[in-house]
């Protein structure tokens, strides 16, 4: 049974950063793409970034392209979200993904495995 585990979250004032963690358990973490989601409270969940299985290829929405990194080591089964000069609007569960099928993509619908999410919030 493949599980996800992500930490790292919490309350950070507005251009701080904060890194969060996604650990895979259960399954062959080297031949997953893994993203990131966020979900607001009333909103829809969101992508964020993703990256290959080899960590060949990364993929940003625009809203946080150029603060927001995604990284992984294979050799930890982990996946990493580095988040800079945070904002606001940055406030969210966090949520990382798996795709088992090792595609690259920002649709929710893609990822068939998924954390049980962690708090970010960005106090002004």
């Known amino acids: 049974q493949v599980q996800l585990a992500e930490s790292g979250g919490g309350l950070v004032q507005t251009g701080g950063s904060l890194r969060l963690s996604c650990r895979v358990s259960?399954?062959?973490?080297?031949?997953?793409?893994m993203a990131w989601f966020r979900q607001a409270p009333g909103q829809d969940r969101d992508f964020v970034a993703a990256i290959a299985r080899s960590s060949g290829g990364t993929y940003l929405a625009d809203s946080v392209k150029g603060r927001f990194t995604i990284s992984r080591d294979n050799t930890k089964n982990t996946v990493y979200l580095q988040m800079n000069s945070l904002k606001p609007e940055d406030t969210a569960v966090y949520y990382c993904?798996?795709?088992?099928?090792?595609?690259?993509?920002?649709?929710?619908?893609?990822?068939?495995?998924w954390g049980q999410g962690t708090q970010v919030t960005v106090s002004s």
């Open positions: 259960g399954g062959t973490f080297s031949t997953y793409s």
């Open positions: 993904a798996a795709d088992p099928e090792g595609v690259v993509a920002g649709q929710a619908e893609r990822y068939d495995y």
